[in-house]
């Protein structure tokens, strides 16, 4: 049984797939903080939240996958370059940013939440997104919720 998985189950409740109940069967989970409040009538999520998603691809080594809203900045483009990321801005609301995090790697993470919290600081002259006042901290928050849970997973023994 995946060590990694079992922490990222435990973290986040369930798989993206939640028909899938066996560790074994799932390796993608949902890593931001939705609730019922960010679906609107139409049982889609609200246009100003940005999806996190975290694959696993194998004990050592996992994907992250932000869709929809994706914050950007200069800083964000800098960090996505520097990890060899994939980033799409898209068009309105279909931006993607994916890259990979092997162990030892997590706090990337972290890093990319302080460039998300750096586009809206306390004061800041205005940005172009008004919804960035919402995504960037509930994703810098989401980021840092995950390199918690695999720092866990990758410094804990194995059982």
């Known amino acids: 049984m995946s060590h990694l998985k079992q922490v ?11 028909r899938i109940k066996k560790i074994e069967s799932g390796r993608t989970f949902i890593a931001d903080d939705r609730s019922p409040g960010d679906y609107g009538a139409d049982k889609d999520l609200l246009s100003y939240f940005c ?21 950007v900045s200069e800083d964000v483009k800098r960090w ?3 990890v060899s990321g ?10 993607s940013l994916e890259f990979e995090v092997k162990r030892g790697q997590q706090e990337r993470l972290l ?9 809206v ?6 940005y172009t997104v008004p919804s960035y006042k919402y995504v960037c901290p509930r994703t810098g928050d989401a980021l840092r919720r995950l390199n918690s849970a695999l720092g866990r997973a990758w410094s804990e023994p194995k059982s």
Do not use: C, H, W
């Open 51 to 71: 999806m996190v998603f975290v694959t696993v691809l194998n004990e050592e080594l996992v994907k992250i996958g932000l869709y929809r809203n994706v914050p």
């Open 8 to 18: 990222l189950f435990e973290t986040y409740g369930s798989f993206a797939d939640k």
């Open 80 to 82: 996505v370059s520097k």
């Open 111 to 119: 890093e990319l939440a302080q460039s998300l919290d750096a586009i």
């Open 121 to 126: 600081p306390p004061g800041a002259p205005r």
């Open 86 to 95: 994939a980033f799409n801005p898209g068009t309105g609301m279909n931006g």
